[in-house]
């Protein structure tokens, strides 16, 4: 089942961010054949200010452990996680119904 996991970082840590990236790609390239999409949202300067991950895993408790053991959780550098199921209507530019 896919779902959509939606952080929103802390004001003021990009630097909290950068220092644990090494880590957190580390740990998304365990899961590489689970994820859909993944990456950092932007603020209006183009810095990085959470993430949204799409991923493709068993039941939400699966969602709920993978974003809890993401290093990014370790350093507490969310403000609010959110996941949601999701499912896809279009995808690589066609219809996925």
Request: hydrophobic share 45%; glycine share 6%.
């Amino acid at each position: 089942m896919l779902f959509a996991i939606i952080c929103s970082d802390r004001p003021n840590s990009l630097d909290t961010r950068l220092a644990a990236r090494e880590a957190h790609l580390r740990y998304l390239s365990t899961y590489v054949d689970r994820i859909v999409h993944a990456g950092p949202m932007l603020d209006l300067a183009g810095r990085a200010c959470g993430s949204l991950l799409i991923i493709d895993v068993e039941d939400r408790a699966a969602a709920e452990g993978f974003a809890a053991s993401d290093p990014y959780a370790d350093v507490n550098l969310f403000e609010s996680v959110v996941i949601r199921g999701y499912r896809a209507v279009f995808r690589d530019g066609a219809l996925a119904e």
